[in-house]
């Protein structure tokens, strides 16, 4: 994590899958579906300084998606706080 980024708290209000971008885990599979991944849209509310921002960010498909309505770790830029990095 860089060094002029800081500790916030999100709630995530819209996920949304990926089904455009199918990433297959199995070298050999029986059926199209067969061990398909997919990334999710994940859209964060979160507050700096009492200003709300809403935020979507790219969720790689290994990276357990939150549900919505459940607080996720956001990390901003001190400099300009629309700039973010999930923890999830």
């Known amino acids: ?5 800081i500790k ?5 209000i819209k996920v949304h899958k ?4 199918k990433v297959n885990t ?3 599979r029986k059926h199209a579906w067969d061990g398909a991944m997919f990334p999710h849209i994940v859209t ?3 507050e700096v300084n009492g200003q709300k921002y809403t935020k979507k960010e790219f969720l790689n498909y290994n ?3 939150p ?3 459940s607080n996720v770790d956001v990390y901003y830029n001190s400099e300009n706080p629309k700039k973010i990095t ?3």
Do not use: F, Q, R
Request: proline share 0%; net charge positive.
């Open 18 to 21: 990926c089904w455009w971008i």
């Open 86 to 88: 999930l923890n999830v």
């Open 8 to 12: 916030t708290i999100g709630k995530v």
């Open 67 to 69: 549900n919505v309505g």
């Open 63 to 65: 990276i357990t998606c």
């Open 26 to 28: 199995k070298s050999v």
């Open 44 to 46: 964060v509310e979160y």
């Open 1 to 5: 994590m860089k060094s002029d980024y």
